[in-house]
Nanobody, 124 residues
Framework: QVQLVESGGGLVQAGGSLRLSCAAS????????MGWFRQAPGKEREFVAG????????QYAYSVKGRFTISRDNDKNIAYLQMNSLKPEDTAVYYC?????????????????WGQGTQVTVST
């Protein structure tokens, strides 16, 4: 089992940057693929980025590819989401999640463990 806590959200102007962090408890962090999802008001939760256990493989939603970078530090039990060139449409609550599957999953239903979320608001 793993517990996740996100941080780093906030208010930023369009074109700005934020780095989200997801701190995991326990000693099994390196056994999980990690994902970042987001949910805007009135919309379904959507996949943003995922990273494999080793950190060697990543996957991104088309809407953020080239602007966001997911990474992880297995020694510190932390996953990151670096967000650059932010747009107003990136405004959402961002969640990190852990998945024990072999492959990176894009469906939220595949992830067993979730953080509480952190708000990201991008102003025009």
């Amino acid at each position: 089992q793993v517990q996740l806590v996100e941080s780093g959200g906030g208010l930023v102007q369009a074109g700005g940057s934020l780095r989200l962090s997801c701190a995991a408890s326990g000693r099994t962090f390196s056994r999980y693929n990690m994902g970042w999802f987001r949910q805007a008001p009135g919309k379904e939760r959507e996949f943003v980025a995922g990273i494999a256990r080793s950190g060697e493989t990543t996957q991104y939603a088309y809407s953020v590819k080239g602007r966001f970078t997911i990474s992880r530090d297995n020694d510190k039990n932390i996953a990151y989401l670096q967000m650059n060139s932010l747009k107003p449409e990136d405004t959402a609550v961002y969640y990190c999640a852990a998945d024990y599957s072999y492959l990176i999953r894009v469906s939220s239903s595949s992830y067993a463990y979730w953080g509480q979320g952190t708000q990201v608001t991008v102003s025009t």
